[in-house]
């Protein structure tokens, strides 16, 4: 089993930044991909950023330029840096990491608790 902590969302007015912080523990033999998704009120749950093995880097088209995703493998932990932040990415951000706990395991698929991000003057 993988638990997921994230930290770092927040209020910020537009343009601000905030980085979100997601750390993986339990049982982990590798771990395949980690991204961020989020759901804003009424909408569906979406892709925001992932990283996979190899360090190959996806965006959704209205984040690219804005939204930076990293991660640090030797502490598990992926990073969601967002700058020119706008109100429309006001959310709830999920961290998710796909990961194997031994190498005859299938991947599984793990989700943070959500984090609250709040783009407001």
């Known amino acids: 089993q993988v638990q997921l902590v994230e930290s770092g969302g927040g209020l910020v007015q537009p343009g601000g930044s905030l980085r979100l912080s997601c750390a993986a523990s339990?049982?982990?033999?590798?771990?395949?991909?980690m991204g961020w998704y989020r759901q804003a009120p009424g909408k569906q749950r979406e892709l925001v950023a992932i990283?996979?093995?190899?360090?190959?880097?996806i965006y959704v088209d209205s984040v690219k330029g804005r939204f930076t995703i990293s991660r640090d493998n030797a502490k598990n932990t992926v990073y969601l840096q967002m700058n020119s932040l706008t109100p429309e990415d006001t959310a709830v951000y999920y961290c998710?990491?796909?990961?194997?706990?031994?190498?005859?395991?299938?991947?599984?698929?793990?989700w943070g608790q959500g984090t609250q991000v709040t783009v407001s003057s």
């Open positions: 998710n990491v796909v990961s194997r706990s031994t190498r005859w395991e299938p991947n599984g698929s793990y």
């Open positions: 339990g049982t982990i033999f590798d771990i395949n991909a």
């Open positions: 990283i996979i093995s190899g360090g190959r880097t």
